[in-house]
Nanobody, 115 residues
Framework: QVQLVESGGGLVQAGGSLRLSCAAS????????MGWYRQAPGKQRELVAS???????NYADSAKGRFTISRDNAKNTMYLQLNSLKPEDTAVYLC?????????WGKGTLVTVSE
């Protein structure tokens, strides 16, 4: 089993920044793609950004130029730097990891952006 714990969410004013972390622990043999998703109230879950083992990244259009995903393979940890935040970025941000050929989800961390 693999456990994921997200941290770093909170309340921030529009234009502000936050840094989210996702730490994976447990019986980890191999981690492939790691990704951040978000789900706002009443909306579907959507991919924000992903990063593979080699550091190649993929971003949603809404994240390009403002968010940066990174990972530390030695620590089995992924990060998401959120800059220039907008009220529409308000959501629960969830960590997704493909490890040991299975998908795992964290419980999420809430990001609230005020006007």
């Amino acid at each position: 089993q693999v456990q994921l714990v997200e941290s770093g969410g909170g309340l921030v004013q529009a234009g502000g920044s936050l840094r989210l972390s996702c730490a994976a622990s447990g019986s980890i043999f191999r981690i492939d793609v790691m990704g951040w998703y978000r789900q706002a109230p009443g909306k579907q879950r959507e991919l924000v950004a992903s990063i593979n083992t080699y550091g190649s990244t993929n971003y949603a259009d809404s994240a390009k130029g403002r968010f940066t995903i990174s990972r530390d393979n030695a620590k089995n940890t992924m990060y998401l730097q959120l800059n220039s935040l907008k009220p529409e970025d308000t959501a629960v941000y969830l960590c997704n990891v493909r490890a040991n050929l299975r998908d795992y989800w964290g419980k999420g961390t809430l990001v609230t952006v005020s006007e």
